[in-house]
């Protein structure tokens, strides 16, 4: 993957604005561009652009939207920012999340009214470490319904998306002015073509298990649930540009992948009140700080998995969830009617029982969590019961290429590029340095957030270039 001068380039084709990579940020990006007027072009290396977007659960937070105020929720950018100042423990940069924080309802909005999104506030519970309910999902909530509405209306303004095209090579002149890319096409081979700003919506390293082992050797023996077409090219590029990179150990992970069967369990059912024991029937953390850092704990457990424990209400929460119904048809998700059928169906150890004793105390409030997890607040666990045996996943990165407000990319002395922007996961994120300080919600917040400003503030210089 390398930087070419521009002088090597064979143009035969140009566009105003370049979007390298067509999941969420790069399709909410040539949309944000498409709407200026100006001419743009989504080049895509899979023979279909729908990338890790499509795979998720598809929320996107958004503080203080109209969606919440309809239902009197009464929310704010700053309490969305203190959230994230909280979970990342103040080791992000500060102004770039309250920035997005700021623009989350206006970006919710937006999907909404100009790209066609059918958007409806999650208001059935809370999401780890957000003090408000605050997440925006499709009818189904799933990015694949997210994806295929971006689709349709990027089909309705004709934006060209091209697919099986992977970019090889930027071209770049003296000045660091990008000045176009080199793709290889599987049918015509490779093709140059110019642009005046390019924006880069590859998403992060996930699936490149060389750059995995070198930045973030913990998580390498998880489960990547997330697109294996993610391997890591910003970051290639922007290293030998010389861009500043930071955060480069970040990354969401998940402590809740159905084991063999690779259907996330989300953590409703966590926040409702259930739990996870290791193959000793034991808790080991509090699993309701996040199940972005649980991922690394089930890895620290004996035999590297773990069983999430809950009952009838959580199970009926967590049916708002289309990847909970393919949990179920895939029978990853026993029922047991009391204590004995539990261990009868999970073969744990009898200590699950006196784990589940343990969980009624701390519902009660009669004792204390050596977790510090505080379970007050939710109904005592009753049968049937329900379990999923789950294992640890990675679902992407976190650490990418500093960006401005406006998703421009800083060289390493500070200054910006004049016309190369990051959004999603090619960008660094607001996770903070690790896999504890990813906030739910925040990778598809920074995609289509980055998107959508990219798009706007790369197509606003094109006459300056
Ligand atoms: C199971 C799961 C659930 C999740 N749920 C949520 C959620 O509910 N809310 C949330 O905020 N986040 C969630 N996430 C995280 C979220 O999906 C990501 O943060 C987000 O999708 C990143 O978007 P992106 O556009 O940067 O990357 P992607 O959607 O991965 O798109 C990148 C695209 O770039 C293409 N590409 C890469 N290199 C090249 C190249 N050289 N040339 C051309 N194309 C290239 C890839 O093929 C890919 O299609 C979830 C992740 C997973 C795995």
């Known amino acids: 993957m390398t930087i070419l001068s521009s002088n090597d380039a064979a143009f035969n084709t140009g566009i105003d604005v370049l979007i390298v990579g067509g999941g969420g940020c790069g399709l909410t990006a040539a949309l944000s561009v498409d709407l200026t007027g100006s001419s743009v072009m989504v080049l895509e290396k899979d023979s279909s652009a729908l990338g890790t977007t499509s795979m998720s659960t598809g929320l996107i937070p958004g503080a203080g939207s109209r969606f919440q105020k309809e239902l009197n929720i009464k929310d704010s950018p700053e309490a969305f920012f203190d959230d994230i100042k909280m979970k990342t423990q103040g080791q992000t940069d500060l102004e ?54 971006l689709h349709d209306t990027i089909a309705l303004r004709d934006i060209p998306v091209v697919t099986e095209a992977n970019v090889i090579n930027l071209f770049v002149d003296e000045y660091d002015v990008v000045k176009g890319a080199r793709v290889y096409r599987k049918d015509s081979g490779v093709e140059d073509i110019s642009c005046k700003s390019l924006i880069l919506a590859c998403c992060g390293f996930g699936g490149n298990k060389k750059m995995l082992e070198e930045y973030i050797p913990e998580i390498v023996d998880a489960d990547f649930f997330g697109h294996p077409g993610n391997k890591g090219d910003a970051v290639k590029w922007g290293t030998e540009l010389n861009a500043a990179i930071g955060d480069i150990h970040s990354y969401q992970g998940h402590g809740g992948l159905a084991y063999g069967n690779g259907v996330p369990i989300l953590w409703a059912h966590i926040m409702e009140g259930g739990f996870q024991v290791n193959s000793n029937g034991e808790r080991f953390s509090n699993e309701a700080k996040g199940y972005s850092e649980q991922a690394k704990e ?27 119904h393919d949990a179920l048809k895939a029978n990853c998700v026993l029922e047991a009617s009391n204590i004995q059928d539990l261990l009868r169906v999970t073969k744990l150890p009898k200590s699950l029982e006196r784990t589940i004793d343990e969980v009624k105390d701390l519902t009660l409030g009669i004792k204390e969590d050596i977790f510090c997890r505080d379970f007050t607040g939710k109904p005592v666990l009753t049968p049937p019961y329900f379990a999923v045996k789950v294992s ?45 300080g990813y906030l739910a919600g925040n990778g598809l917040l920074t995609a289509t957030s980055f998107g959508r400003l990219a798009g706007i503030k790369a197509s606003s210089i094109i006459n300056n270039i």
């Not at 992407?396 to 002395?413: A, C, E, R």
Request: proline content about 6%; glycine content about 10%.
């Open 392 to 436: 640890p996943a990675l679902f992407h990165t976190q650490g990418g290429l500093i960006v401005d407000s406006n998703g421009q990319v800083k060289k390493s002395n500070g200054r910006l590029f004049p016309n190369l922007f990051a959004g999603g996961g090619a960008a660094r994120g607001i996770s903070g340095p690790s896999s504890w």
């Open 298 to 324: 089930i890895l620290n457990q004996p035999n590297n998995f773990a069983w999430s424990i809950y009952d009838k209400r959580c199970h009926d929460v967590m049916k708002e969830f289309d990847d909970y």
């Open 96 to 149: 770039i999340a309250a920035h997005l924080a700021n623009q989350s309802a206006l970006t919710v909005e937006w999907l909404v009214d100009s790209c066609n999104v059918p958007l409806s506030l999650v208001s059935t519970f809370d999401y780890p470490g957000h003090s408000n309910k605050r997440m925006h999902g499709s009818p189904n909530r799933t990015g694949s319904e997210l994806m295929g509405a």
